[in-house]
């Protein structure tokens, strides 16, 4: 049996890389406040932030010292590419949502958390919008292939991940009125993508298959309605 030398050394080596970690805050000035700021040195009673003004830190390989962010009075930087849950975009110019509910996103779903239905017209025709459309965001794994095969760039992904709540089997459905986001909301948070090339092209080709759809309507609502024939004329039949 060995004697724990290998233990030992390996917590030694951790508590001066703790007690070194201290000391370079405290020669610094930082050593009994926050790294990202504070109201006060020592938090010794609650106190209520002013959120979404807190502080962000941001922490690469030149950060020394502590590297704790007491979150959520202190921040992490949120990036583009970071992705939660899917929404919905709709457009600011017309408040058009650019979803037909043409299924698609359901189908690559891997966990099959997006279920929707179609809506229909006064005549009972099919009309190219999503009367329901819903995720369940604990199945949702978050994967993004129902924003990469989406044909009306109408799906994206969204950064937000405050999402907790103290009940799940009804709040964490999320229905069409719990996804809508602005298009100008997305190129808010997502301003590389929005201007990108490929985006600008997708968005056109969009623009124009909804200007298409639109004169299609047109057309079919200002054709006249077609004549009716005239009824036969009857047959007079003689008698014998």
């Not at 703790?18 to 990202?36: E, H, M, N, P, V």
Request: aromatic residues 10%; contains cysteine.
């Amino acid at each position: 049996m060995g004697s724990g030398y290998g233990i030992i050394t390996g917590h030694l080596v951790t508590l001066r890389r703790f007690l070194r970690t201290f000391w370079r805050d405290i020669r610094a000035g930082k050593g009994l406040q926050r790294r990202g700021g504070g109201h006060q040195l020592l938090d010794l009673w609650p106190y209520k932030a002013d959120r979404g003004n807190e502080p962000t830190i941001l922490q690469d390989y030149k950060t020394e010292g502590l590297f704790t962010v007491e979150y959520p009075d202190e921040r992490l930087p949120v990036y583009e590419r970071f992705r939660v849950l899917p929404v919905l975009i709709y457009d600011d110019d017309d408040g058009n949502v650019r979803c037909t509910s043409c299924n698609i996103c359901a189908k690559v779903c891997p966990p099959q958390c997006i279920w929707m239905s179609q809506a229909k017209g006064p005549k009972g025709n099919v009309v190219p919008l999503p009367e329901d459309f819903y995720i369940d965001m604990d199945v949702c794994m978050n994967c993004g292939l129902c924003a990469e095969y989406c044909p009306f760039d109408a799906i994206k992904m969204d950064q937000n991940f405050e999402l907790s709540n103290y009940e799940r089997h009804q709040t964490h459905i999320y229905s069409l009125q719990d996804l809508l986001v602005s298009s100008e909301y997305y190129s808010r948070t997502h301003p590389d993508a929005w201007s990108s090339e490929e985006e600008v092209a997708e968005r056109n080709k969009v623009a124009k298959k909804k200007d298409q759809r639109l004169q299609k309507a047109l057309t079919a609502t200002a054709k006249p309605a077609a004549p009716l024939k005239a009824a036969p004329k009857p047959v007079a039949v003689e008698q014998a």
